[in-house]
């Protein structure tokens, strides 16, 4: 079970789009459709954006929006805003009630 | 709203065995819908599962962490526990306990976390 693979870091101005990709295998990412995402500023818990791939929690702004191709989750930030800035890690279930994290990726608004 | 409270020592000496205890408040621990578990973040790194259950009581633990851990349910005080033996220094981290869905296994509700040193 190893940890899924995210960019140590990301950058993007406020207004433009980025993207975090997320690299797993075919047994996690590439077999379920349970990846998620989560926001987390330092010194606080972190905070669910994304569910199932795609599905956005109530009160999670439309500007995150997430997709999976094969092996490969990724999120998308649309409209860069200052307070985005945060690091973003994903997740996913890997079978037999198991679930393993991305390293994480430090998102900076320049 | 449902909140998740963690509370344990702060320090724990090396060899020993780590406890902590995640208080449920606004919600109840026997919910079909939900597991319960914890999440930990060592100091500099990324986030990594520990564990979950069931309010049955049927646990879940991360491989790699399975020999040490024990996670425990006491629904009559809508609390659930953790202890993780045998700790060394790589075992410091915050540890979060979390609640996630049973269908769509996200971690939609994560308590403040609590900060375990290990050290002499």
């Known amino acids: 079970q190893s940890a899924l693979t995210q960019p140590a870091s990301v950058s993007g101005s406020p207004g433009q789009s980025i993207t975090i990709s997320c690299t797993g295998t075919?047994?996690?990412?590439?077999?379920?459709?349970?990846v998620s995402w989560y926001q987390h500023h330092p010194g606080k818990a972190p905070k669910l954006m994304i569910y199932e791939v795609s599905e956005r929690p109530s009160g999670v702004s439309n500007r995150f929006s997430g997709s999976k191709s094969g092996n490969t989750a990724s999120l998308t930030i649309s409209g860069l805003q200052a307070e985005d800035e945060a690091d973003y890690y994903c997740c996913s279930y890997a079978g037999s009630r198991a679930v393993v994290f991305g390293g994480g990726t430090k998102l900076t608004v320049l | 709203q449902l909140q998740l409270q963690e509370s344990g020592p702060g320090l724990v000496k090396p060899s020993e065995t780590l406890s902590l205890t995640c208080a449920v408040s606004g919600g109840s621990l026997s919910s079909s819908t939900y597991y319960w578990g914890w999440i930990r973040q060592p100091p500099g790194k990324g986030l990594e599962w520990i564990g979950s259950?069931?309010?049955?009581?049927?646990?879940y633990y991360n491989p790699s962490l399975k020999s040490r851990i024990t996670i425990s349910i006491d629904t009559s005080k809508n609390h659930f526990s953790l202890e993780l033996s045998s700790v060394t220094a790589a075992d410091t981290a915050v540890y979060y306990c979390?609640?996630?869905?049973?269908?769509?296994?996200?971690?939609?509700?994560w308590g403040r976390g609590t900060m375990v040193t290990v050290s002499s």
């Open positions: 979390v609640r996630h869905g049973t269908a769509s296994d996200a971690f939609d509700i």
């Open positions: 075919s047994s996690d990412v590439g077999s379920y459709n349970l």
């Open positions: 259950l069931y309010y049955t009581g049927s646990t």
